[in-house]
């Protein structure tokens, strides 16, 4: 699991002022730096792109989600787009689902936020601190997506963190 030693007083800083852009630079390079290590010397094209209040890294070459993030506004009160759910392919076989990296219930959409998730995660331990920044408006919410093998879209673990204003960061790690 990755580990970020000076997360909590960034943290500090930058909820106190406002402005995250701090924790967000800081974030973004330790998942790079991690990425890079696990995929070596294969071709990678990452991207930062935002949507819906969400950050996201994607590795355009290797076809796959490293990494999302953003501040709670508290519950989403949309319905889900199922037809576009639907078109997103699923070919991890049946035992995974289509799962959210930024949960629906925040304001996480379609699209590049889905990821191949083992579905006892995903309707499991997975959804307690998805619940958590739900119900606590500007904290910050990620999840960074592991991945062991080259070409393949399906992480093999997936690590969520949460930061609450005035609390320290928590982080689970869970088995894909």
Known sequence: MITYPRLDSLWIRASSK?????VDQYLAGIWLDHYDRLVGSAPTEVVEVSTSGFSYLFDIAQERLIAAWGISKGKNHQLRDKSRMKGHPLSAGNKYHRGHAIPHTLGGGTDINLVAQNGSVN????RELEKKAVSTPGSLYFTYWEYQK???????????????????????????
């Open 18 to 22: 406002g402005n995250i852009k701090d």
């Open 123 to 126: 309707i499991g331990p997975f």
């Open 150 to 176: 080259l070409n393949s879209q399906t992480p093999t673990g997936v690590q969520q963190g949460l930061l609450c204003p005035g609390q320290s960061a928590e982080f689970k790690w869970h088995p894909n």
